[in-house]
């Protein structure tokens, strides 16, 4: 066990030999580190909070009381092979939260970017890769394998299902099953999941200028309303667009992907 100086750990806390504890973290009552946990420089665990399997937590990362963090996948075909969690720094993970290890089959390695907040019981499924400034609204959840983009935002009581994409800054509304992927920026709603348009709020929100927005909205309405099937739509867009919002559009939906897409209603 490697803890640094620096650390404070409540003495009803467990820490299990091996795990490594770095500069100014904070361990509550009752808290729980696993053997092969690493927590990065300043990372809190309130108390009651769990932190097990082969899991990484980037610096400044505050985890609540009863989230459990590197616990083995909710999958049936895992058999314990030695797989990996790895959060990056600055995530807030609310109470009764659950991020789950990978698994042979997928990858070995569920991973989480910088910055996001996984609000009271969401759960990120195994092998799913989460970006940067993403929130997870209260209950909603991630089933295995999924890939999400930078700051989308996951509606409370949401799901997401396995294999699915969703696309960079896109939103996903209250009480929504997503079973296709989701291009970027799209806005998603309705309980079986439809694409309803842009996420026009968010766009405005970061600042994006008006001429790539104006050339996002034009790019939708082809995509809706063009000659063609949905793919060779996005072909001739991406043949077309000198606009790098658009261009994010066109790639995602030429990616290859296991899944259908939400196509505009």
Known sequence: MSVDPSAQIHPSAVVEEGAVIGPDCVIG?????????????????????????????GDESVIWPFAVV??????????????RLVVGKRNRIREGATLNIGTEGGGGITRVGDDNLFMTGAHVGHDSQVGSRVVMVNQSALAGHCRIGDDVIIGGLSGIHQWVRIGKGAIIGAVTMVTNDVIPHGLVQAPRGE??????????????????????????QMLAQGEGPFLDRARRLADETDSDYVREVTDFILAQTDRSFLTPR
């Open 70 to 83: 590197g616990e083995v996948p909710q999958d049936l075909k895992y058999k314990g092979e030695h797989t």
């Open 29 to 57: 009552a009752f808290a729980l580190v696993g053997p092969e946990v690493t927590l990065g420089r300043g990372v809190v665990l309130k108390n009651h909070a769990v932190v097990t399997g082969w899991t990484e937590i």
């Open 195 to 220: 694409l309803d348009g842009l996420n026009l709020v968010g766009l405005k929100r970061k600042g994006v200028a008006r001429s790539d927005i104006t050339a996002l909205r034009a790019a939708y």
